[in-house]
């Protein structure tokens, strides 16, 4: 009898025991929203406080929960420490749809745990989800099916086209400058051209060349003279745009009587001197002197020289040019 009494004592105690650890740990499943219409999705949240050192198994939920919830996406576990430092709540969430209208019940969950070597089990309680159907109006009769709403286009569905058609125009573009520089036998990518030297560069290297091949010593007058007037028009035309290959002797000097900003009179008398002459003897078949053909290179130089424009040089780099007073003999 005693032994019995000890037994059953001892029962209550471990029982008790039992009882003090499981009232630690609480298991609870919720929705966000208990109406939904058929067919849309709600949030089901399977929550558990335990212990830390406890190991509790989650409900193993399949693809369906019941023949009418199905599961459509389930999260990981997550794990929170709460205020009591020995204390921990794991949360699990579904995403869940029904497709059958009326009260749709969400079963207990039965959570599995182990402690301090006791096994045992935590149920939640079952939750009821309305499901409601959509709503028709009967008096209207049968009415079209709504097509689709067109989305916006983005840019992102445009770019390949954007680009696609900047890759045939640059083609494109390139066949047709192929084809033209083809055409004029040009090289496909031509050399940048160097810059123009100034007027007055080219007109007194040119006076140089006439000074030193001497033509006038081997009775070619007439060529010494039209070379002389040709390099002088030639840097009219460059120096102040008066298309004097093109006019007369008179005209290029009427051209300078009219604008007399643009040289001064002792330039305008030399460039008269060289132009006469040099008619004469291309026309009148004029015998110069040897005192004319060194007075009309000289008077070149110096109406070049004197009407030339200045380009702004630095210190060191700039230098003066004294042919201007350059004795030339022409005998």
């Known amino acids: 009898m005693k032994r019995t009494i ?101 079963p207990q969950f039965r959570f599995l745990l182990k402690h301090d070597g006791v096994s045992d089990s935590i149920y939640t309680k079952p939750l009821a989800l309305e499901v409601h159907g959509m709503q028709l ?49 040009k090289p496909l ?24 091949e001497k033509i006038w010593q081997h009775d070619k007058i007439k060529q010494y003279y039209s ?14 745009d008066i298309p004097a290959m093109e006019q007369t002797s008179d005209e290029t000097l009427a051209s300078f009587k009219f604008r007399r900003d643009l040289i001064g009179e002792k330039s305008l008398e030399q460039l008269n001197q060289i132009l006469q002459l040099s008619d004469l003897v291309k026309f009148a078949k004029y015998q110069p002197l040897p005192d004319d053909n060194n007075l009309s290179l000289i008077n070149a130089y110096f109406f070049v020289n004197q009407t030339k424009k200045e380009e702004v040089q630095r210190p060191e780099e700039s230098k003066v040019d004294d042919r201007e007073g350059e004795d030339v003999e022409v005998k």
């Open 6 to 106: 000890l037994i059953a004592l001892l029962t209550i105690v471990l029982s008790g025991t039992g009882m003090a650890q499981t009232s630690k740990i609480k298991a609870t499943a919720s929705l966000d929203s208990t109406r939904i219409l058929i067919g849309d999705q709600v949030k089901l949240y399977l929550e558990i406080e335990q212990p830390k050192n406890a190991k509790i198994q989650f409900p193993q939920i399949s693809d369906s929960i019941t023949s009418a919830i199905e599961v459509i996406e389930r999260s990981p576990l997550d794990t929170f420490k709460l205020s009591d430092a020995e204390q921990i709540k794991i949360i699990q969430n579904f995403t869940i749809t029904s497709f059958d209208t009326g009260v749709q019940i969400v």
């Open 137 to 185: 109006d009967t008096t209207k009769g049968p009415v079209d099916i709504k097509k689709p709403y067109a989305a916006p286009v983005t840019l992102k569905e445009v770019t390949p086209y954007i680009l696609g058609v900047i890759l045939i125009a640059a083609i494109i573009f390139f066949i047709f400058y192929y084809l033209q520089r083809k055409k004029r036998n």
């Open 189 to 212: 990518f031509g050399r940048p051209e160097k810059p123009k030297e100034p007027a007055h560069v080219i007109a007194l290297r040119e006076l140089d060349r006439i000074k030193e």
């Open 227 to 240: 070379e002389v007037s040709d390099t002088l028009r030639m840097y009219i035309e460059d120096r102040f």
